[in-house]
């Protein structure tokens, strides 16, 4: 069936250096998506967000793209922190009935000092 | 506003046992959600409420799953007959208005082991 996915299960930089994190989805009806940040033994917690008529979208330290032509999104986390890191979910949601989010696997975020 | 929160954090019980989970949305949101996480994995939609209705419940694991949101405003989980493959985070989430384009919110989520 068609689902969200991550490219990369784990990824190191260089403390002070930018991230990139990137997921590819497959539904093309999806509408809306999200990054969250899931710390060890804590709940997701929303990053940022971005529509579908959209295709970049900022916020502190952090920017999404949207890609829809080849159903790609990307995180990109600019000058990273310890605190950074983390276990990064991209999540969609295709509308319909059902109105729950789609998780991807999820990419492991290991900031090195 | 102090997020959304979900008790007990932890529960360890022994199989064929009955669990129920508590969530408190964030107070003026109209959808609650819940979602269960095993280790490695993201998070996996069970059901979710729109004030006290239940909008989508074919996505629960089983029939020995059910939730309920009797007031619009807290929900429980209810977990029967408990199996160790029960074991995971059960995340609980809100929102105002639909998922779609409507930021949802996740709690910390309570831990089941199953014994």
């Known amino acids: 069936g068609e689902s969200v996915g991550l490219h990369l299960p784990t990824l190191s930089v260089q403390e002070g250096d930018n991230s990139i994190i990137n997921c590819a989805y497959s539904?093309?009806?999806?509408?809306?998506f999200i990054w969250y940040k899931q710390e060890s033994g804590k709940g997701p917690q929303f990053i940022i967000d971005i529509r579908s008529n959209m295709d970049k979208r900022q916020g502190q330290r952090v920017t999404v793209l949207l890609n829809k032509t080849v159903k790609h999104l990307s995180l990109q986390i600019a000058a990273t922190q310890p605190g950074d890191s983390a276990v990064y979910f991209c999540?969609?949601?295709?509308?319909?009935?059902?109105?729950?989010?789609?998780f991807g696997k999820g990419t492991h975020l290991i900031i090195q000092p | 506003d102090t997020g959304v929160s979900q008790d007990p954090r932890h529960k360890i019980t022994k199989r064929g046992q009955n669990v129920t989970f508590r969530c408190d949305p964030i107070?003026?949101?109209?959808?609650l959600y819940w979602y269960r996480q095993t280790l490695g994995q993201g998070p996996e939609f069970l059901t979710y409420?729109?004030?006290?209705?239940?909008?989508?419940k074919s996505r629960l694991l089983s029939n020995r799953f059910s939730a309920e949101r009797p007031k619009g405003s807290f929900s429980t989980l209810e977990i029967q007959r408990t199996e160790q493959g029960d074991s995971a985070m059960y995340l609980c989430?809100?929102?105002?208005?639909?998922?779609?384009?409507?930021?949802?919110?996740f709690g910390e989520g309570s831990w089941l082991t199953v014994v």
């Open positions: 107070s003026e949101h109209n959808r």
């Open positions: 999540a969609e949601n295709s509308g319909g009935g059902a109105d729950g989010l789609t």
């Open positions: 409420f729109q004030n006290e209705a239940q909008l989508e």
């Open positions: 989430a809100s929102s105002y208005g639909p998922g779609s384009g409507n930021t949802i919110y």
């Open positions: 539904n093309s009806a999806s509408d809306y």
